[in-house]
């Protein structure tokens, strides 16, 4: 397949100009909302003891070399995530980052191996209300552009309307019909009755599958086309052994407070009721790498700094939008390429 032409020929560049004078216009536009109600914009290091410790997310690693010589390992984060809790453990109680991140082994339509992540962190806020936060952004993004509608592959969203919410379990029971808290019991899920339910839809699966690899494949086959259709939906109540850096769900040992924001079909955001919990998040991360270990032969390291920083930090919810991902459906755009300005060179 041939390649692209590189984005600063002439004719490249002059597709994707509208593209990119209109992401320029969406994130003056947010950082506005933002400042209106008192975010304080914060600026992270890319460079990380812990990239973060999420069994599927890859990181590029590098070194830190002293004046004398000395060495030590360091990543690029993927996500502000650590650096913004500790700034809330610091005191500080709205912040907002427009951050520059970076994910190896990821390059697709929807996926570029540098990109822009907007993270808000509420102190002393429940999770409910990063979910009007997200309502606010569409209007405001669609404002900035120009736009009364989002549009993506075919499927379009009204980003005035508001969002629809759904919990995971109702999500399943719609479109895959499939009783899915049925097959969990606490943090654990039953790999076998949900394997099973999965071959009844028609969802292949793989004899090494955890319960949350067979949750993967039909959300991402049965669900995620099906939802932001019309409106944004607010896909929220994830199952407790897919909790990540959310905490349980106060009235219930099955599910955690962790939403997800689509539009077209489209995964926008991944928001959390922050966890607190300092031996339960160090368990999560070492269960978390004791499977990447077993799946991609590397492990990362958890950030000691950041668990001490957690043990300090008040109630919190937080969130992390793909602000790329918005860009291309408020535009129009059809690739990711589109709305980057000098995105980095392909294989």
């Known amino acids: 397949m041939p390649k692209s032409p590189p984005f600063w020929s002439a004719g490249s560049h002059a597709a994707r100009r509208p593209h990119l004078l209109a992401r320029g216009r969406i994130a003056a536009a947010l950082r506005r909302w933002f400042a209106k109600h008192d975010f304080v914009e ?25 004046p004398g010589g000395e060495c030590r390992s360091l990543y690029l984060h993927t996500s502000p995530e650590f650096a913004c809790k500790k700034l809330l453990a610091a ?9 520059r991140v970076f994910r190896n082994r990821e ?31 569409l209007a405001e993004t669609a404002g900035a552009a120009g736009t009364k509608e ?22 399943f029971a719609r479109y895959a019909e499939i009783d899915l808290l049925a097959t969990i019991c606490g943090d654990q899920g039953d790999k076998t009755m949900l394997a099973a339910e999965a071959a009844r839809i028609g969802v292949a699966t793989a004899s090494d599958d955890t319960w949350g690899d067979i949750f993967s494949r039909i959300l991402a086959e049965r669900v995620d086309p099906r939802l932001g259709i019309g409106r944004a939906t607010l896909l929220y109540e994830y ?24 539009a077209c079909g489209v995964e926008l955001a991944n928001a959390f009721g922050e966890l607190i919990d300092v031996a339960e998040q160090r368990a999560r991360f070492e269960a978390a790498m004791v499977e990447k270990q077993r799946i ?52």
């Open 42 to 66: 914060v600026e992270t290091a890319a460079l990380q003891v812990s990239p973060g410790n999420e069994t599927h997310l890859h990181a590029f690693a590098t070194e830190l070399i002293g």
């Open 91 to 99: 005191g500080e109680t709205r912040v907002v980052n427009f951050a």
């Open 107 to 137: 390059r697709g339509v929807l996926h570029h191996p540098e990109f822009t992540m907007l993270e808000w962190y509420r102190a002393n806020e429940t999770y409910e209300v990063l979910m009007d936060d997200c309502a606010a952004l």
């Open 150 to 171: 989002f549009r993506f592959r075919g499927k379009a969203v009204d980003p005035y309307a508001a969002p629809e919410r759904l919990t995971v379990a109702h999500a």
């Open 239 to 262: 199952p407790l052994p897919l909790a990540a850096l959310a905490r349980p769900k106060p009235d219930s040992d099955k599910v955690a407070e962790r939403f997800e924001l689509y």
């Open 296 to 347: 991609h032969g590397e492990r990362y390291p958890v950030d000691e700094d950041f668990l001490a920083a957690l043990g300090q930090m008040p109630p919190a919810s937080g969130i992390a939008l793909g602000f790329d991902r918005l860009v291309m459906l408020a535009t129009g755009a059809q690739r990711i390429e589109q709305v980057i300005w000098a995105p980095v060179v392909e294989l």
